[in-house]
């Protein structure tokens, strides 16, 4: 599932601005809940495209909560892990507290 995060269906006008809508894979991960949560982080931190790592932040957002989230990549931060610049994740820290 975690593969079709990225697709989205054909909006229409009256729903462009649905996550559930236009991603049905990260409205079926949230769903799934924590048990999600490792496979979510893997991916983030392997991924390359800005435009993933939003929508799984997000979905960790939707899972976890803000909070869990800035924690999480404070820890990727002190980790030195995953394909994100520290000035990044300092930058997402910010994007997630202000969802």
Do not use: C
């Not at 909006?11 to 809508?21: G, H, K, P, R, V």
């Not at 409205?27 to 939003?54: D, N, W, Y």
């Not at 924690?71 to 995953?82: D, R």
């Amino acid at each position: 599932m975690i593969d079709e995060l990225m697709n989205i269906r054909p909006l229409t006008a009256t729903d462009i601005f649905d996550d559930d809508e236009m991603f049905p894979a990260s409205t079926a991960l949230v769903h799934m809940g924590g048990p999600a949560v490792p496979q979510i982080e893997k991916r983030f931190e392997a991924t390359h495209s800005e435009p993933e790592k939003l929508v799984l932040l997000h979905i960790l957002v939707r899972i976890k909560g803000k909070e869990w989230v800035a924690s999480y990549l404070t820890q990727v931060e002190a980790k030195g892990t995953g394909s994100t610049s520290k000035t990044r994740l300092g930058e997402l820290k910010i994007f997630v507290k202000s969802l």
